[in-house]
């Protein structure tokens, strides 16, 4: 299975992009990159995922590269209520598997 | 509204009993997932049932059991064995046994405390 690497953790000053990096280099070709954040003692809130296509919604946007092997996901104007941990996560095709990595704490700062 | 149920939110046991936590969903998922969340750790895959009478083990499956008797219901037990068993468990489900473009579901989590 992919495994996910992401830094522990990143500050951010509000308002400003936050840039959240992943290396998913063993990722495969029909592999899906997730992102998910999750808020102290509640459980993770989907962000948004792609295969190969950069994507975007409402809340984020997610680049990809063109090798698949890295991706960053953005968040256009971070507020403190984005202070949260951040998981990019492989989702393992047939089987459908979520694996969890131990994700980047990311601050948000006044 | 569709979602995700986890019952109870806290629960307390005492060491050597099992304990039984509940896992409902109405979204008409294909897939459901128990993980395990350690303070300051990851969350980690302990089953998964991607149709209805049948599951697989995750990565640490051993001290827990589950059954899918019913396509929106998947019970984690927690046994004796679990030799660790305080944690905050956290249950998922997703549309379809498998491919990956759908996204995944997750409960409120259960905060276990074994005394």
């Known amino acids: 299975d992919a495994k996910t ?19 998913h280099s063993t990722i495969s070709g029909n592999e899906y990159v997730y992102w998910y954040r999750q808020i102290h003692s509640q459980g993770p809130q989907y962000i948004i ?29 971070a507020t403190l209520r984005d202070t949260a941990v951040y998981y990019c996560i492989v ?16 601050q948000v700062k006044p | 509204d569709g979602g995700i149920t986890q019952s109870p939110k806290y629960l307390f046991r005492k060491e050597g009993q099992n304990v039984t936590l509940s896992c409902e969903q109405n979204l008409n998922h294909d897939a459901m997932y128990w ?42 037990t927690v046994t004796s064995a679990q030799k660790n068993p305080t944690a905050f468990y956290l249950c998922a489900s997703t549309m379809g046994q498998g491919g990956g473009s759908t996204e995944a579901f997750f409960g409120q989590g259960t905060r276990l405390t074994v005394v």
């Not at chain 1, 992401?6 to 840039?19: K, L, V, Y």
């Not at chain 2, 750790?41 to 995750?58: A, E, H, M, P, T």
Request: proline fraction near 5%; hydrophobic fraction near 30%; include cysteine.
């Open chain 1, 49 to 77: 995922h792609g295969l190969k296509n950069n994507e975007t919604n409402e809340m984020a946007s997610l680049i990809i590269t063109e090798d698949r092997k890295s991706s960053t996901l953005i968040l256009p104007h």
């Open chain 2, 35 to 76: 993980y395990r969340q350690d303070p300051g750790q990851g969350l980690r895959l302990i089953y998964y049932s991607q149709i209805v009478n049948d599951f697989q083990k995750g990565d640490i499956a051993e001290g827990y059991s589950v059954s899918r008797e019913k396509k929106e219901s998947f019970p984690l």
């Open chain 1, 5 to 23: 690497t992401q830094p522990t953790s990143m500050d951010c000053a509000e308002g400003r992009a936050a840039n959240l990096p992943c290396n």
């Open chain 1, 91 to 106: 989702r393992v095709a047939w089987t459908g598997k979520l694996i969890f990595g131990q994700g980047t704490t990311l």
